[in-house]
């Protein structure tokens, strides 16, 4: 699977696939992480916008260069010095290529798009924006594409401007038009929305921002792998993509900066290979690119982003926006049908991404997500790193699947089934709340301790535990715990009571066992069910318990223990994580409040 050498300009000779058509089975065979199994079904994988999956050749180039040609670049005097400069370099030309720059001085490698964003914010930013002076983005940017612009205009004076969107997700361009003003002095704008998929147009509104002289950076993150980039035609300022979304090695990317803007702009990090003389009075710097590219780049990953390039190239652009085309509309069909899901964002152009949420059900985006992991579909969930997007369309995450290359309409399918599935159980299962008679509710109250001490009551949740064979079945296990979660009133559901950082609401409400006051119990709700199960588990372990042991309670070595923690996400363990200082804070209150003389700090 050798690939040809490139020419000088990067431009490699392609071996294409027949045709326009393309060839799915033999795309699928060339990627070795689509061939297992997750939770005994067939991965369907459906998180490429979070990253893409990498082929055989990249994996190979990646061990090859290691294998026979590491070494530093740029500065050796041996034979692997220049190999592996030349490959970095043939790496940058071919990355030129693919973007069409008209030179490949024009590319800086970097870290990613988020890199690649700060560096522009950082030195072409800092020079051109002042007190007073305007940076716009646009409501559906990644956060990627705002702190960094936030944090500028907070620095020096500046506003943000935010261009507003249409309930169908898309840039409206009269308004665009209207938010850029004669103190603009730079827009900032994704090529394609993470969140939505909305492929903006993008060329137009770049003409629009020139004719006012303002420069236009785009992040190209999701546009790459989906749609022909040329920048030649954008005539965008700046363009910057992540290797990882487009088939390549994480750890790599690409700013592409038009080289009169490279030139002028500043240094920003230092350091070796980015300097021309160094002495104690003073520095000269190297030109761009070098000028940006302080330290040992990551060469591997350069050489990796030129493979996965040429494999798209391979494939051929227009077979893969044909293809993936296709198993949008087929996806928009099938997801549309299912009573209950809502798609959120409906744009005229789209590519990569299906954002919806589920409505009227006892579940949360998170809650379907997990459940379509058991089903072998990895999909995403949450806000997608675009607050101020979910913000402005009324929804607190959405559930969003994510084509690729290697998509078929099988595993389209195979997600529609299995959230039909699930849905419809959801909503044959009466919830806890309308299950109980309103008696029940009222008598439901504060659990009691389930054992003689924490000690013991761990010990009987892991011998039920580890009765059960595999995470499915524990998570089984789990969710039918938080349909017992005894039912907490609503005059409880406060702001005091409220515990961020979980990804769905939650509340918890400690109090001191009444007449027994070393003990806490409390009452939880949330309306995620495998929050509640977490809930739940908590509750059984440490509700009715006395104060001093829940404090001295090892629950990150029960859950490791216990295998769950594993399955804990960052948000779900950030959220456990806080229901747990929560607990403690008010374990450490009530044993100083039983004994004044009890200077217990609280845990945090
Ligand atoms: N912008 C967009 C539109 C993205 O989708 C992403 C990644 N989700 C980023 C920026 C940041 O990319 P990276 O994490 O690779 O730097």
Redesign the pocket.
Known sequence: MNSPLSPPDGRRQIRRHSGDRLDIARVRRSFPALEQLVHGKNLVYLDN??TTQKPRRVLEALTRYYETSNANVHRGVHDLGDRATARFERARARAGAFLNARQHREIVFV?????AINLVAQTFGRCRVGPGDEVAVSCME?H??IVPWQMLCNEKGASLRVIPITDAGELCVEAYEATLTERTKLVAL?HV??ALGTVNRVKTLIEIAHRRDIPVLV?G??AVAHLEVDVQDLDCDFYAF?G??VYGPMGI?VLYGKIQHLEEMPPWQCGGDMVKTVSFEGTSFNEAPAKFEAGTPDVAGAVGLAVALDEIESIGRSAIAHHEACLLDHALGRLGAIRGIRLIGTPARRAGVISFVVEDQPLTAMDIGIRLNLEGVAVRTGHH?CQPLMERLGVPGTIRASVGVYTTLAEIDHLADALGAIVATARSRPSQRESLEIADLAAAGYPPATAVSVGAAASALLEELDALEDWPERYEYLIELGRKLPAMPPELMTAAHRVRGCQSTVFLAPRARPGCTDRVEFLAESDSEIVRGLLALLQRLFSGQRAVEILGFDLGGFLARTGLESHLTTGRRNGLAEMIRRLHAFAARTIAKADPRTKHQEHS
């Open positions: 916008a979070a870290r990613g798009t988020t890199e990644h990627a594409n994704a929305s993470n992040d993150a999701q992540s990882h979304k990317g790193c």
